[in-house]
């Protein structure tokens, strides 16, 4: 499976503020998804990023708050804007493609804390 | 809506006995399903896919799929406190644009 590396793996912010997460992968990839996982949560699709187009988003979240991009095959950012506390949370990016059944792998996540 | 459902547990089991881990599923058009193991503070790790019916046999871990009756189970013989994690079903709907719908997740606790 790829080797999927984020960073950063953990950040304290200040609200109003807002923190890019950088998503990384060894090899290329067909899909790649963002995720946020509250505390004792299951995972919740933020959005598709789409190689070289906009990102798809789900119900719930929207490209002001939650800007993505995805230059290449290999790599995507997901930036969290505008920061309050109730976007604490663990962020995850995964990725699919290649696999028998286009099954998903999760980077280490990201792990943020906004005061 | 698409639905996944699992028991939240937590599942208590003692050590060196089988635990058995249940998802139900809600969309007909769902193809592939997919077994994911988290320990607190990690990120989800693949344990095991299935998507023809019966069973499928990895190690200890062994997926069952039924899908006339909408429902996946994982089996892990022989359990370890190792085991103690949180376990994730999702499945997949090729043409939903490749987007799992995941359980809300089973907490198991082997018991040494």
């Known amino acids: 499976s790829a080797v999927i590396s984020q960073k950063p793996s953990r950040d304290i912010c200040q609200r109003g503020t807002s923190l890019t997460i950088q998503c990384q992968v060894d090899?290329?990839?067909?899909?790649m998804f963002w995720y946020r996982q509250q505390p004792g949560q299951s995972l919740t699709l933020i959005a598709t990023?789409?190689?070289?187009?906009?990102?798809?988003?789900e119900s719930g979240f929207v490209i002001d708050k939650f800007p993505i991009s995805r230059p290449n095959l290999t790599f995507s950012t997901l930036t969290v804007s505008n920061m309050s506390p109730e976007d604490s949370s663990i962020y995850l990016c995964?990725?699919?493609?290649?696999?028998?059944?286009?099954?998903?792998?999760f980077g280490p996540g990201t792990r943020l804390t906004v005061l | 809506q698409k639905e996944v459902e699992q028991n939240s547990g937590p599942l208590s089991v003692p050590e060196g006995a089988i635990a058995s881990l249940n998802c139900t599923y809600s969309d007909r058009g769902s193809q592939s399903f997919f077994w994911y193991r988290q320990y607190s503070g990690k990120s989800p790790e693949l344990i095991m896919f299935?998507?023809s019916n019966g069973d499928k046999e990895d190690g200890r871990f062994t997926a069952q799929l039924n899908k006339a009756s909408q429902y996946v189970s994982l089996l892990i013989r022989d359990s370890q406190p190792s085991d103690s994690a949180t376990y994730l079903c999702a499945a997949l709907n090729a043409g939903n644009n490749r987007k799992l719908i995941w359980g809300l997740g089973t907490s198991l606790a082997v018991n040494p």
């Open positions: 990023a789409n190689q070289g187009s906009e990102a798809t988003y």
């Open positions: 299935i998507y």
């Open positions: 090899s290329q990839v067909t899909m």
């Open positions: 995964s990725v699919a493609g290649g696999g028998v059944v286009d099954e998903q792998f």
